[in-house]
Structure formats: structure tokens, C-alpha cells
């Protein structure tokens, strides 16, 4: 279950993938498949390539990104992963852990 986010945020990061870029989003998220993560955050680009090569560099596999039919595909970063990537990213996200 997805919270903490709102429709302008959420369209902002669909706008800077749909530029090309290489997006950021982070909400409280409550799964119990992954006990203790109460964040996530979704890395998106329309350019699936690029987006593989980003990952490839803190060791994602571009068979990790979620493909989505409607252009949003992304990474999702979960725990200890997430706050390591954020942090070499310069992204300082209030993260609940």
C-alpha cells in the first residue's frame, strides 16, 4: 500500500520521465513481503537502456526493473539498498526505516 505522496508530486516525477530523465520517488509504502521497510522509492526513465545502465552501477539488473504499459517503468529501492543509493545519488529523503 502506497502513501505519503500527492497527485502533484506523482506527476512531477511522470513529467521528468517523460523528458528523458532519470526520476526519483519516494512515498511511505507497507508491504508484508518486506517486513521493516516502510519506504520506497521508485527510479524511473522512459529510456530503458539508460535506466539498465544506471542500475548496473550500484548493481541492479535491468531484469529488477518493473515494466509498466503505461511508460513508468523503474526500479524499486527498498532498505538498507535504497538509503545507500539515495545517499551516492545526493538525494537526502526523509527515509523511515
Known amino acids: 500500500m502506497a502513501f505519503g505522496i500527492n497527485r502533484k508530486q506523482l506527476q512531477e ?11 526519483f520517488l519516494t512515498h511511505y509504502w507497507l508491504d508484508d513481503r518486506f517486513p521493516g521497510c516502510k519506504t520506497v522509492t521508485k ?19 535491468k531484469e529488477w526493473i518493473d515494466h509498466r504499459k503505461d511508460g513508468y517503468s523503474h526500479f524499486d529501492l527498498l532498505g538498507d539498498r535504497q538509503k545507500e543509493i539515495l545517499e551516492k545519488e545526493g538525494i537526502n529523503e526523509k527515509l523511515v526505516t
Open 13 to 23: 516525477w511522470k513529467k521528468r520521465i517523460d523528458d528523458g530523465e532519470i526520476a
Open 43 to 61: 527510479v524511473g526513465c522512459r529510456d530503458l537502456d539508460r535506466l539498465a545502465e544506471w542500475g548496473k552501477k550500484y548493481g541492479l539488473t
